[in-house]
């Protein structure tokens, strides 16, 4: 199973730390790399920086077609799932997305209405306002609930889990 999440617009320094945290979530939540439709080299700089001292092969990669990207996904047999507050409950799509490719679709600003047609899921994590940050975690969360427990062997960093205080090891 293949995860990558799809990060749909970015309004330039108002959505630079929202867009970074979309990212860090789906990195650490399990998700292999993320699409972003704004080029924006602080965002992906501050990632790359992240997988080189944290581990693992996360990937952040600039598109400036997203129409292209969920066609070859669904080509190549993957899932697009749309996280929207006006979805599906995720505990009735999750079933039949578990084991196959899946690319999450995350706004930042209101999406183009073709999004709500093209996706084969619109999935909500809960029908209140919140942020797509933590829908990405939920979802995620849900759908790969031991990648949180991954270890990375080429990291120069790693918390080790502690009661009390801060336990952290530098390689």
Wanted: net charge positive.
């Amino acid at each position: 199973m293949k995860v990558v999440v799809l990060r749909l617009g970015h309004r330039g320094e108002r959505d630079q730390r929202v867009t970074t945290h979309v990212c860090l979530t789906a990195r650490a939540f399990g998700a292999e790399g993320v699409y972003l439709t704004t080029k924006d080299e602080d965002v992906k700089r501050n990632l790359e920086d992240v997988v080189k001292r944290w581990g693992g092969s996360f990937w952040v990669r600039e598109t400036d077609n997203w129409k292209k990207v969920i066609k070859k996904w669904k080509e190549g047999g993957g899932v697009v799932c749309h996280l929207t507050m006006y979805g599906q409950d995720m505990e009735d799509v999750i079933n039949k997305i578990k084991g196959r490719d899946v690319l999450f679709v995350v706004g930042a600003e209101k999406v183009p209405p073709e999004i709500y047609k093209i996706s084969d899921y619109n999935v909500a994590i809960g029908h209140q306002p919140h942020s797509e940050i933590s829908a990405l975690a939920v979802a995620l969360y849900m759908l790969m609930p031991d990648a949180l427990k991954k270890r990375y062997p080429d990291a120069r960093i790693e918390v080790l889990p502690s009661e009390r205080g801060k336990k952290v090891v530098r390689k």
